[in-house]
T-cell receptor, first 114, second 111 residues
Framework: EAQVTQNPRYLITVTGKKLTVTCSQNMNHEYMSWYRQDPGLGLRQIYYSMNVEVTDKGDVPEGYKVSRKEKRNFPLILESPSPNQTSLYFC?????????????FGNGTRLTVT | ELKVEQNPLFLSMQEGKNYTIYCNYSTTSDRLYWYRQDPGKSLESLFVLLSNGAVKQEGRLMASLDTKARLSTLHITAAVHDLSATYFCAVLPSTGNQFYFGTGTSLTVIP
């Protein structure tokens, strides 16, 4: 089944404790991206990647890191999480061929930082 | 600063009624996407609009795009309870590879 898989689905952590949210897609998509969803703000892009070893900042990259060492994986790293990073996070991928394809979203990761 | 504005943010409508959700954006683009999100769920793609004047329909939903006005609409015909969800529009600017989402419209269809 074609899908984008995020883990974990729920995560509660404390301020300053490094964490990684994994994202993997099995559709051979070039484009992968991370978003955070907050009430009243919609989805805001954190980082995106056009292909292996190519990453770019979105609108809200502060406090986050990403890497794209393999085409299928695009982990989101919070080196020192803070309470303002409590949010619902989505990973998404797209073939982006001729810029016509929609994003395929993972099931989301709800992160709480205390 | 690029903006994508949706109106209304909240919409409560009776079954059987018609309504339109508006999506205005502030950049040059001919790529407009509509997504649906059910409570506690992920986003699923509804429509991809690729050019000025594009119109797509699926069941009771119809989406259109006016690139000159920088406006997309999502029209709901004869609403049913199953359409209750949050709807997002998203824009991919003509230059660049970053998607910009609207704030979402939370639709509740009341029997």
């Amino acid at each position: 089944e074609a899908q984008v898989t995020q883990n974990p689905r729920y995560l509660i952590t404390v301020t300053g404790k490094k964490l990684t949210v994994t994202c993997s897609q099995n559709m051979n998509h070039e484009y992968m991206s991370w978003y955070r969803q907050d009430p009243g703000l919609g989805l805001r892009q954190i980082y995106y990647s056009m292909n292996v070893e190519v990453t770019d900042k979105g609108d809200v990259p502060e406090g986050y890191k990403v890497s794209r060492k393999e085409k299928r994986n695009f982990p989101l790293i919070l080196e020192s999480p803070s309470p303002n990073q409590t949010s619902l996070y989505f990973c998404a991928s797209s073939p982006l061929l001729y810029r016509v394809s929609p994003l395929h979203f993972g099931n989301g990761t709800r992160l709480t930082v205390t | 600063e690029l903006k994508v504005e949706q109106n209304p943010l909240f919409l409560s409508m009776q079954e059987g009624k018609n309504y339109t959700i508006y999506c205005n954006y502030s950049t040059t683009s001919d790529r407009l996407y509509w997504y649906r999100q059910d409570p506690g769920k992920s986003l699923e793609s509804l429509f991809v609009l690729l050019s000025n004047g594009a119109v797509k329909q699926e069941g009771r939903l119809m989406a259109s795009l006016d690139t000159k006005a920088r406006l997309s609409t999502l029209h709901i015909t004869a609403a049913v309870h199953d359409l209750s969800a949050t709807y997002f529009c998203a824009v991919l600017p003509s230059t660049g590879n970053q998607f910009y989402f609207g704030t979402g419209t939370s639709l509740t269809v009341i029997p």
